[in-house]
């Protein structure tokens, strides 16, 4: 049962589905399912998160396109791709993380091989999901020690501080890592945040090696542009802003999200007015809170679809991230009108 796609024009689109199990369409390139229990899938664009869903019944994420979608696994990846875009994945249980940083770089170094061999070398948004992210202390903690392998990784090509994807990294309460990501054959456009010090230039004592992220990325297609919006938190300058209090946070961060906005379309004028085409929230376990969504959808949009996932945010004061999809159409629509 294919859902029809809002004609927005992009060939490939995001959704939020309620969560099902049947066999995959032919147009998926990947259906993430986030949850506690859930079972082991053998198709390659089926991918499981550990994170429980918190304000509403469960949904998928599901990417579909309107491309034909090809599939397969590759040295331990699941992937799909349509021409245009490519969707991969990749597990590691926590027995192989015991050297957290070679592992992480270990496996970063595995997806450029990958996107490299497929034909999609061009990074556009990675979600990192890591088993107890903010245990170890200083710079042993977990979340530092997954940064410096990331870095170690895409440090390797010059110039990396300029092509650097968007991303999330979020803890959850099973151990092991699960990656998995978009990637392209043209590159996109490196968006940072005015109000923000850009992540990869943190200073050290958020670890030794800077997060390496964009805070978005924005990407045009032959049809519409995908702005990625990066988990997005109450960070200003470098600093966290309202520690222990969430709705605060919350206002914040949507601040840094209308900043990112308006950067991602003075950067790109043409391509129209971004809309958010999906958004999820992350609440750290223990802070959820019943006046969150409703704010949330005030701040946001009352229509926008929502997946909020309890998770632990990767700085300790954080308690909420969130990270979206916005889309932009009217460059398509003048160029037609102008054709
Ligand atoms: C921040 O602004 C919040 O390390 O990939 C947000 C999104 C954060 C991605 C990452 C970290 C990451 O620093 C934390």
Redesign the pocket.
Known sequence: MAPTLPSDGCSYQLSHEPDAHETLDHDVLARIHFGTHLSTAQDPREVNIALPQTGGAPVAEVWRSRRPVEHGWSDGFGYAHDGEVLFGHLRLEEGELTDLVRATAHAYLRIDLLLRRLGYPCWLR?W?FLGHINHGEGDAER?RQ??QG?HDALARQPGFEGRLP?????GTQEGGMTVYFLAARDPGAQIENPR?VS?FR?PPT?GPKS???S?ACLKRWADCSHLFV????S?VG?RTLHPGDLLAQLDETHR?VEALLGEASAFEPAAGPFRAAALKVYIRPGHEDPALLPRVRQLFGDQVPLLCLVGD???RD?LL?I?GLFTATAHSASAQAAA
């Open positions: 990675m990192n979340y997954f940064s990331r968007a991303a999330t990294a979020i923000q992540a943190y958020y997060p390496s992220f805070r990066s988990g997005t938190a960070v470098h840094n945010i990767c700085r954080l991230e990270e």
